[in-house]
């Protein structure tokens, strides 16, 4: 028994030798051979990547930036347009939020003066200049900010989803006033591609990249003392899971600049998940653009309002496949409790597609002259729409206070139109901010009317031809009312005329160019529409305040697609493979896939000659030969529909079909 012992007492340390040898063994084989000395700022080592995944040279704006072949990072060329309105953005909010400092910001091109409000003669300038310099002290001149210098008193801003770090590069680059600019990604192949890139730009004592959850970060930065002053959020996809975080980290009196992707959501497809993602029901209609910009302006007020702050929109633009909104966030109770009488449900008819809004809440003064806040009253709309006797459907809701501040947004264009070299895409910009503030108040787009009719919308409803833009914005100032432009359709009609008063001059303009009533069908709101008398005589000779300004000049204010094969980029994906020709020729094939394509003549010829005539049934064809479709006495499959026979068979062409794959109607040639 003690010789037993003896063994078993021996044998355990050398059981935990050989266990402590074989780790060993097995992690020093994990390890493989050393790895390269780490990178600077902590981020890792590059890893030897194959030649397909080397990187390519783009240069935008100032900023000069290495991208990745592979799909690794997320880069969209088409969003330039989406960078240098934001660069000019901030760049007259810094002018703004240093001004009261006693800071000028100086920005590359533009003239070296302070711009003052008045319109002064260059001589007047000049006299003011010399004047002001000659009463102020050397002590007491007005500093200056330039580009690419570190302001101590200048913003802090934050782009929470870098990726490239393209963004971040071009503000410290070409937006001047500045402190620090915060490149943060979640993804460790984005930051080191983000410190590569600050090293080749300069930038490294302005642009700081950082790796953490865009949400964490946020959340870290709570406190009045570190929040940041502007808060850039440019996400794939839908920026609701940042909103939270993003509206308790911006300082009071921040600007906060959103991107929303989504478009298929906030358009209307998926109105179940717009209000899981925006708390709002997104409604199918001619102006779900704007709609969506309202529906994110909601949601953004509402997440605000939960920590007793509120929004103020700058500007709000609907451009492409994507909506950019602009907004400041401030702090305070008693502007909170306005905030249910901004909001507002949409009722939409099913049928004509007439709209009503009703506000949340009501905010009224009692003699004392006290704000008094109470639950509005309604609905505005009957159980059945009152033109054409169809259902409404409730959207929203949605934000119904104006979504831009016209004093800001000039300023915006008056920089960008004295400097239109600093930008590629000034023209752009000049002609969607012209849209937005023009200079007379029959163009500007109004700003307390939400939403619009669009040319196409009013016409097809009653089935009658399509006015003219300026026809029908004639028609409508005759009437008495304002109507404007909107930058997100360009055959918008915004106006605060009635939808009762808008059919009235539809059916003034169905009078002119007549429909055929027997075609109509007793319950189709066109029926119903027409049947009506106008009570209202439409005017539609031409007024000269009737075309906008920025049309007359010709302004670039809805842009063309701006390269082939164009649109959102697919997500960026670790390891990404590069895009190889196989794929390019894939995604053109693809290319209008759902498109009918065009059709064979002689295809085209036999496939008709598989209908029987119906004239030559009733005995009235008198094409013979000659006819395209069948004479033949056989009787016709049930199935089979008879078709009207056409005038001519010599001259067969594609013609477009219908949406079920048949012939467009009777008597097709």
């Known amino acids: ?135 102020l002290a050397p002590r007491e001149q007005t500093r200056t900010a330039a580009v690419g210098e570190i302001c101590e008193e200048g913003l802090r801003v934050l782009e929470g989803l870098a990726a490239s770090g393209l963004r971040s590069i071009r503000f410290a680059l070409e937006v001047p006033g500045l402190q620090c600019v915060v490149a943060n990604d979640a993804s460790a192949r984005a930051v080191e591609l983000i410190d590569r890139n600050v090293q080749l730009n300069g930038v490294a004592h302005l642009v700081q990249p950082n790796q953490a959850d865009a949400r964490m970060l946020m959340y870290q930065h709570q406190k009045a003392s570190e929040r940041f002053d502007v808060i850039d959020l440019d996400p794939y996809g839908s920026p609701a899971p940042f909103l939270d975080a993003a509206v308790q980290a911006v300082n009071d009196g921040g600007l906060l600049c959103v991107t929303c992707t989504d478009m298929a959501v906030l358009a209307g497809n998926n109105g179940e998940t717009c209000y899981s993602k925006y708390g709002a029901m997104a409604l199918k ?62 009722f939409q008819c099913v049928g004509c597609g007439a709209f009503y809004l009703q506000r ?77 503030t023009e200079s007379t108040l029959t163009s500007q787009e109004l700003p307390d009317v939400p939403l619009y009719y669009t040319l196409d919308q009013l016409s097809s409803t009653i089935h009658c031809n399509t006015p003219s833009l300026l026809q029908l914005r004639s028609a409508l100032l005759h009437a008495g009312f304002r109507v404007s432009l909107s930058h997100a359709c360009k055959n918008a009609v915004k106006t605060d005329a009635p939808p009762l008063a808008l059919w009235d ?29 106008p009570r209202l005589k439409a005017n539609f000779n031409i007024r000269g305040d009737a075309n906008p300004s920025s049309r007359q000049q010709g302004l670039k204010r809805f842009q063309a697609n701006p390269e082939a094969n164009w649109g959102p980029r697919p997500r960026a994906r670790p390891g990404g493979k590069a895009a190889s020709k196989d794929l390019e020729e894939r995604r053109r094939l693809l290319q209008n896939k759902r498109k009918e394509p065009a059709e064979d003549p002689a295809q085209r010829a036999a496939r008709l000659k598989t209908f029987p005539c119906k004239r030559f049934k009733e005995g009235t064809c008198q094409r013979g030969d000659q006819c395209c479709y069948s004479h033949s006495p056989a009787t016709p499959v049930a199935d089979t529909p008879l078709m009207d026979c056409p005038e001519t068979i010599t001259d067969i062409s594609p013609r477009p079909e219908a949406a079920d794959g048949g012939p467009a109607g009777s008597g097709v040639d």
């Open 1 to 135: 028994m003690p010789h037993a012992r003896t063994v078993l007492w021996l044998s355990r340390p050398l059981r935990l030798a050989r266990i402590l040898c074989r780790a060993q063994f097995t992690q020093h084989k994990a390890q493989g051979p050393p790895s390269p000395p780490a990178m600077e700022n902590g981020a890792r080592p590059c890893e030897e990547r194959p030649p397909s995944a080397l990187a390519a040279t783009v240069t935008e704006g100032a900023a000069k930036i290495v991208f990745p072949n592979a799909n690794e990072v997320f880069y969209n060329p088409v969003q330039e347009f989406n960078r240098d309105l934001t660069c000019a953005v901030i760049t007259e909010f810094a002018r703004i939020h240093l001004g009261t400092k006693g800071i000028q910001i100086k920005v590359p091109r533009e003239k070296d003066l302070q711009k003052v409000s008045e319109n002064l003669s260059e001589q007047e300038e000049e006299k003011a200049e010399q004047k002001e310099t000659e009463n």
């Open 505 to 533: 001059i539809m059916r003034c303009w169905e009078k002119e160019c007549p429909v055929k009533r027997e075609r109509l069908s007793e319950s189709s709101p066109a029926f119903r529409i027409l049947a009506v008398e």
């Open 285 to 346: 209609s001619r102006a779900c653009h704007e709609m969506a910009l309202r529906i994110v302006l909601h949601s953004l007020d509402l997440h605000a309002n939960c920590y007793q702050r509120f929004v103020v929109p700058l500007l709000s633009i609907s451009a492409d496949f994507y909506v950019r909104v602009f907004v400041r966030i401030f702090t305070g109770q008693a502007k909170v409790k306005s905030s249910a009488s901004k909001q507002a449900l949409v």
């Open 360 to 436: 949340l809440g009501k905010a009224s003064r009692d003699p004392g002259g006290r704000t008094k806040f109470s639950a509005a009253c309604g609905p505005p709309v009957t159980p059945e729409c009152e033109h054409c006797g169809q259902r409404h459907q409730l959207g929203g809701p949605i934000w119904a206070d104006p979504i831009h501040d016209l004093d800001f947004v000039g300023r915006v264009l008056e920089a960008v139109t004295t400097n239109p070299g600093r930008f590629h895409t000034s023209k752009r910009i000049q002609g969607v901010l012209s849209v937005v």
